[in-house]
């Protein structure tokens, strides 16, 4: 695989300790944390593994990943195996792709409650889609998909929403035959976005009423119940963006399209362009202008910023199942769809047990391009004792 000429890692060693002097009245652990990992990241600091060509024999040391979910580089393995995973789950007719987006005005109010906004946005689209899926008028049809939260623009602002990627059709309600969508029809964008919008205000304003929710700063006066309604207020007199798009392709292109959306960070290496004298320029699309591909440069503490204002609450999961896809409902309705559409379910698959002998090629050998294989580990003291004596000038 080819390093790209510039990755994120770059710009966090080069930005260093200093940036975290400098922003010392925002950066909190949490921050420092993910960029000591991406710093980290495949470097000697974590470690590595010693592997070899299984054809001529060259021997190479490769040093491990930091594996956190916001590092550019550690998501290409674990978006393969989840879509691997997703392989025998996937029914034999086309889909669909939904994306639900929180007005702008909800931006400041995401960014000191995200695990309650990013919640709530889940389970408002979630309840949109099965409830107007259910509506004899519309489908009357129990769906399932699942969902993938983005919180970022392509110019790295907060953006959250979430891609739901459907089934064009689902069970009938006594689960005796299985109701295809119309071609080129799903559901009715109009009634999708008037019910998110009613859905997910009602939910915010129990939330408040709950005290879930964070006012600080420049929010500390909607702590008053008078100034927040009367800040949700506008909420409800504009149009909230719900994309639908017509039905894509079966299972086999729904598992190239997935590998768009699920494990992305907010920017990857192969966008950055440049870092020179403090400024960062990477590669954006202008969705206003026909996706026209510009460039952006930002000082290094806004393109910093700006990246972590994307890292999630600990523990938050950001891939979500829901209808008969559901962790609760899935070993039974699953198989009932895939009768009713008349195939046979994939098998599952079992994964090998890992170990040095058994694992599978990591890469290719740069010699015989034969697949290389871990034939040792190391620890991160391991391998600076085996790197060769710093050059010293003659006495």
């Not at 980290?40 to 021997?59: I, K, N, P, S």
């Not at 907010?266 to 026209?292: C, K, M, P, Y």
């Not at 994939?346 to 871990?374: E, F, N, Y």
Request: hydrophobic content about 40%; glycine content about 4%.
């Amino acid at each position: 695989m080819s390093r790209p000429p510039l990755e994120v890692a770059d710009i966090v060693r080069a930005a260093g300790a200093a940036f975290i002097e400098r922003n010392r009245q925002w950066i909190r652990w949490k921050h420092v944390k993910v960029l000591l990992a991406i710093a980290r990241c495949r470097t000697a600091a974590l470690g590595g593994h010693v592997d070899e060509c299984t054809l001529c024999g060259h021997r190479a040391i490769s040093y491990n990943s930091c594996r956190d979910r916001h590092c550019p580089k550690c998501q290409i393995a674990a978006r393969e195996q989840w879509i691997a995973a997703r392989r025998r789950e996937l029914l034999p007719t086309p889909y669909l792709h939904v994306v639900f987006t929180l007005p702008h005005r909800l931006a400041p109010l995401v960014l000191q409650n995200k695990k309650v906004l990013y919640a709530l946005l889940f389970r408002t689209s979630a309840e949109t889609l099965l409830e107007v899926a259910r509506d004899p008028k519309h489908l009357g049809a129990e769906i399932g998909f699942f969902s993938v939260l983005h919180t970022w623009s392509q110019q790295l602002r907060l953006h959250p929403h979430v891609h739901c990627v459907v089934p064009a059709g689902g069970l009938s309600p006594d689960h005796t035959r299985w109701i295809r969508s119309p071609d080129h029809y799903f559901l009715p964008k109009k009634v999708l976005r008037k019910i998110f919008r009613g859905k997910f205000v009602a939910a915010l304003q129990q939330a408040f009423q709950q005290g879930q929710l964070r006012f600080e700063g420049d929010l500390k006066l909607l702590a008053q119940p008078k100034t927040f309604a009367a800040w949700l207020r506008p909420l409800y007199r504009q149009a909230w963006v719900v994309y639908l798009k017509p039905p894509f392709g079966g299972p086999q292109y729904v598992l190239q399209y997935l590998g768009r959306y699920t494990h992305r960070v907010a920017i990857s290496n192969h966008r950055l362009v440049s870092f020179i004298d403090g400024q960062v320029t990477f590669r954006w699309r202008d969705s206003a202008h026909q996706n026209e591909l510009k460039l952006l440069t930002l000082a290094v503490d806004e393109f910093l910023r700006r990246f972590l204002l994307h890292i999630l609450p600990r523990g938050f999961v950001r891939i979500r199942n829901f209808g008969f896809l559901a962790h609760r409902k899935r070993a039974t309705l699953l198989p009932l769809c895939f009768q009713l559409l008349g195939s046979a379910q994939p098998p599952q698959v079992q994964p090998h047990a890992s170990s040095t002998k058994d694992s599978p090629p990591l890469w290719r050998c740069p010699k015989c391009d034969g697949p290389m294989k871990i034939i040792e580990r190391l620890t991160a003291t391991e391998i600076q004792l085996r790197s060769p004596p710093p050059l010293t000038a003659a006495a």
